[in-house]
């Protein structure tokens, strides 16, 4: 579970269901800042919508990638220092992940499968 002590800013890459759902759960907890960033979305209640990858991982501490897997591949790396992302995307494994960033740790989980984890 995600550390909510002091604020934690959480960003979303996808709003379609899988990204809403993790949206909607974890909006329970008041200590968390939200930003999102998909194609189409200007205006959420209780977020930030951005416009690009990039500003998203300049603010978020844990980035969800809840894009389809095709799209992923059309992304460009990212300067990152110490996030962490959460994919739930199936078929894009972890050394992809670390191609895109040079984050510490990724992860990946697909809401059918077992969890795994690594650190970059």
Request: charged share 20%; glycine share 6%; hydrophobic share 40%.
């Amino acid at each position: 579970m995600i550390k909510a002590c002091e604020k934690t800013n959480i960003g979303i890459f996808g709003f379609g269901n899988m990204g809403q759902a993790i949206f909607k759960l974890l909006a329970k907890q008041a200590e968390i800042n939200f930003f999102i960033y998909s194609i189409g979305v200007t205006k959420i209640k209780r977020a930030v919508c951005l416009k690009s990858f990039e500003e998203l991982v300049g603010k978020c501490d844990y980035i969800f990638l809840c894009l389809k897997p095709q799209d992923f591949y059309d992304l460009k790396p990212a300067k990152t220092n110490n996030k962490v992302f959460i994919s739930i995307m199936a078929g894009v494994g972890i050394n992809n992940i670390k191609k895109l960033s040079t984050a510490e740790i990724s992860s990946e989980s697909c809401p059918t499968c077992r969890c795994k984890s690594a650190k970059a």
